[in-house]
Protein backbone atom coordinates (compact mmCIF):
# COMPACT_ATOMS: atom_id res chain seq x y z
CA UNK A 1 0.00 0.00 0.00
CA UNK A 2 1.85 3.40 -1.30
CA UNK A 3 0.88 6.35 0.22
CA UNK A 4 0.08 9.41 -2.01
CA UNK A 5 2.03 12.39 -0.91
CA UNK A 6 0.27 15.83 -1.40
CA UNK A 7 1.80 18.49 -3.98
CA UNK A 8 3.20 20.35 -0.59
CA UNK A 9 4.79 17.57 0.63
CA UNK A 10 6.84 16.36 -2.42
CA UNK A 11 8.15 20.32 -2.45
CA UNK A 12 9.03 20.28 1.49
CA UNK A 13 10.83 16.66 0.70
CA UNK A 14 12.46 17.96 -1.97
CA UNK A 15 13.96 21.68 0.01
CA UNK A 16 14.72 19.81 2.98
CA UNK A 17 16.69 17.06 0.99
CA UNK A 18 18.29 19.91 -1.28
CA UNK A 19 19.62 22.54 1.97
CA UNK A 20 20.46 19.12 3.56
CA UNK A 21 22.69 18.33 0.60
CA UNK A 22 23.95 21.89 0.61
CA UNK A 23 25.10 21.56 3.90
CA UNK A 24 27.06 18.52 3.72
CA UNK A 25 28.66 19.98 0.38
CA UNK A 26 29.35 22.89 2.31
CA UNK A 27 31.24 20.83 5.18
CA UNK A 28 33.21 18.88 2.42
CA UNK A 29 34.46 22.13 0.59
CA UNK A 30 35.15 23.57 3.39
CA UNK A 31 38.83 23.96 4.46
CA UNK A 32 39.96 20.90 7.02
CA UNK A 33 41.79 23.50 9.36
CA UNK A 34 42.88 27.33 9.30
CA UNK A 35 45.65 26.37 11.34
CA UNK A 36 48.81 25.60 10.16
CA UNK A 37 49.85 22.15 9.98
CA UNK A 38 52.20 20.91 13.27
CA UNK A 39 55.28 19.55 12.99
CA UNK A 40 55.55 16.04 11.62
CA UNK A 41 58.07 13.13 11.59
CA UNK A 42 58.58 10.54 8.93
CA UNK A 43 58.78 7.91 11.55
CA UNK A 44 55.96 5.27 12.06
CA UNK A 45 54.02 5.94 14.93
CA UNK A 46 54.34 3.74 18.11
CA UNK A 47 51.92 0.36 18.39
CA UNK A 48 50.29 1.15 22.28
CA UNK A 49 47.98 -1.51 22.04
CA UNK A 50 46.70 -4.59 20.97
CA UNK A 51 44.16 -3.53 18.48
CA UNK A 52 46.17 -1.18 16.29
CA UNK A 53 48.91 -3.66 15.56
CA UNK A 54 46.31 -6.83 14.40
CA UNK A 55 44.13 -4.02 12.29
CA UNK A 56 40.75 -4.36 14.58
CA UNK A 57 40.03 -0.56 15.09
CA UNK A 58 37.51 1.14 13.43
CA UNK A 59 37.92 1.88 9.79
CA UNK A 60 38.19 5.94 9.29
CA UNK A 61 35.84 7.21 6.86
CA UNK A 62 37.32 9.36 3.71
CA UNK A 63 36.06 13.07 3.04
CA UNK A 64 32.97 13.02 0.95
CA UNK A 65 33.77 14.05 -3.08
CA UNK A 66 30.94 16.38 -4.59
CA UNK A 67 29.89 15.84 -7.17
CA UNK A 68 29.29 18.73 -10.41
CA UNK A 69 25.44 18.28 -9.67
CA UNK A 70 26.18 18.62 -6.08
CA UNK A 71 28.20 21.70 -6.28
CA UNK A 72 25.52 23.38 -8.21
CA UNK A 73 22.41 22.59 -6.02
CA UNK A 74 24.93 23.46 -3.33
CA UNK A 75 25.05 27.12 -4.92
CA UNK A 76 21.35 27.49 -5.62
CA UNK A 77 20.56 27.10 -2.05
CA UNK A 78 22.87 29.56 -0.78
CA UNK A 79 21.53 31.90 -3.20
CA UNK A 80 17.83 31.16 -2.21
CA UNK A 81 18.97 31.81 1.53
CA UNK A 82 20.52 35.12 0.74
CA UNK A 83 17.57 36.19 -1.01
CA UNK A 84 15.97 39.41 0.68
CA UNK A 85 12.63 37.15 1.54
CA UNK A 86 14.34 35.01 4.11
CA UNK A 87 14.80 36.60 7.35
CA UNK A 88 17.91 35.50 9.68
CA UNK A 89 16.35 33.49 11.66
CA UNK A 90 14.30 31.49 8.99
CA UNK A 91 18.24 30.94 7.85
CA UNK A 92 19.58 29.28 10.90
CA UNK A 93 16.13 27.76 11.68
CA UNK A 94 16.71 25.88 8.20
CA UNK A 95 20.24 25.32 8.39
CA UNK A 96 19.86 23.93 12.02
CA UNK A 97 17.27 21.41 10.86
CA UNK A 98 19.15 20.46 8.00
CA UNK A 99 21.75 19.51 10.38
CA UNK A 100 19.54 17.41 12.48
CA UNK A 101 19.31 19.69 15.34
CA UNK A 102 16.87 18.32 17.80
CA UNK A 103 13.59 20.29 18.22
CA UNK A 104 14.15 20.50 22.01
CA UNK A 105 17.26 21.94 21.96
CA UNK A 106 16.31 24.75 18.98
CA UNK A 107 13.19 25.49 21.82
CA UNK A 108 15.19 26.35 23.92
CA UNK A 109 17.88 28.15 21.93
CA UNK A 110 15.17 30.13 20.70
CA UNK A 111 12.46 30.16 23.42
CA UNK A 112 9.70 29.78 21.43
CA UNK A 113 6.93 26.98 21.97
CA UNK A 114 6.70 23.97 19.87
CA UNK A 115 3.77 24.52 17.94
CA UNK A 116 5.24 28.12 17.32
CA UNK A 117 8.69 27.02 16.26
CA UNK A 118 7.23 24.28 14.16
CA UNK A 119 4.56 26.11 12.29
CA UNK A 120 7.60 29.10 11.91
CA UNK A 121 9.74 26.11 10.36
CA UNK A 122 6.85 25.29 7.76
CA UNK A 123 6.55 28.69 6.61
CA UNK A 124 10.48 29.01 6.59
CA UNK A 125 10.02 25.91 4.57
CA UNK A 126 7.49 27.25 1.59
CA UNK A 127 9.37 31.13 1.98
CA UNK A 128 12.41 29.22 0.94
CA UNK A 129 10.78 27.26 -1.33
CA UNK A 130 9.69 31.10 -3.20
CA UNK A 131 13.26 31.98 -3.74
CA UNK A 132 14.48 28.38 -4.60
CA UNK A 133 12.23 28.81 -7.40
CA UNK A 134 10.09 25.69 -6.36
CA UNK A 135 7.28 27.30 -5.58
CA UNK A 136 5.12 30.05 -7.00
CA UNK A 137 4.28 33.02 -4.89
CA UNK A 138 0.12 32.50 -5.45
CA UNK A 139 0.82 29.22 -4.88
CA UNK A 140 2.42 29.71 -1.38
CA UNK A 141 -0.83 29.32 0.80
CA UNK A 142 -2.44 26.50 -0.90
CA UNK A 143 0.82 24.72 0.44
Keep these: MTSKLSEAALIRRKIIKDVRLALIVGHALSPAGTRPAPYRSN ?28 ISVHDAVHAAMMSYRLCEQDRRLLWARAARVPWEKLIAKLYMPERTLKRHYSQALMVFGVAYGLVKADQRRAA
Excluded at 58 to 70: E, I, L, S
Design 43 to 70: MPDYVREYFESYGLERATVGRFVPTNAD
